[in-house]
Structure formats: C-alpha cells, structure tokens
C-alpha cells in the first residue's frame, strides 16, 4: 500500500509523540538518579524530538487546512497546547537539573504537564473539540 506524504507525517508525528514522552519520563527518572551525563543525553535526544513534533505538526495542520473549507481549529488548539507541553517539558528537566524543581514548584509543573498532556491525548484522538 502506497501512502501519501500526509500519512507518512502523521505516522512520524503520532510515534514521535509517544517515543517523546518516554525519553522525557527517562530524563527525569536519570536526573533523579542523580546520573547527569545519561540525563544529558536523553535531553537533548528530547529537544530533537520537540523539533520533529513541531514540523511535523505544522505540515500536518497545513495539509488539514489546505483540504477543508473550514479552519481546523481544534488541531490549532491541540497544536497550542502541545507548544505549551514541550515548554513544560523544557522547563521541569531544566529547572531538575539545577535543582530548582522542589516543593510546590514541583507539583505546579508536573500537575500542568498532566493536565496538558491529557488534553493533547484527547484532543488528537478527537474525543474533546471534534467537529
């Protein structure tokens, strides 16, 4: 079966996402650990995934709107939202690795994550903001 470049880019987004949020859970299990180098690492294989999951996702949203005569608008939102989840991401192993992420901060950060992480799920699966 031949597929088209969007199934392609939307195999990659939606594996990509996954595999993201393992090598995130990964770092910050490292950082915890206190192993910086192996924390580094998966950092930054991390970082390389948010540039793959942002293209993605704008070539995605691209092809969405291009094929419709109405904006997708909840793709925009989930797009918004994932931008804010890899923001959170950046920050909580940044601030982990500094040894800033203690406390109540603590809990702001990874309860925000949560919450956009579920909204993203349930957005992309069109269970929330299907039209």
Sequence with gaps: MIETL????FN???????LLVIV????CILLAAGKRKGSFITHQ??????VVMILTGIFNLIYLAAGSDIFPWND???GIIAIWLIYLME??????NRDE????VFTYYWLQWA?????VILIGYGIILDY
Excluded: E
């Design 101 to 104: 992420l203690v406390g109540s």
């Design 12 to 18: 990659i987004h939606r594996v990509g996402w996954v």
């Design 45 to 50: 294989i991390a970082r390389f995934f948010y």
């Design 6 to 9: 969007n199934d392609i880019l």
């Design 76 to 78: 925009t939102a989930k």
């Design 91 to 96: 920050v909580i192993l940044g601030r982990k």
């Design 24 to 27: 995130f859970i990964i770092a």
């Design 115 to 119: 919450i956009a992480l579920f909204v």
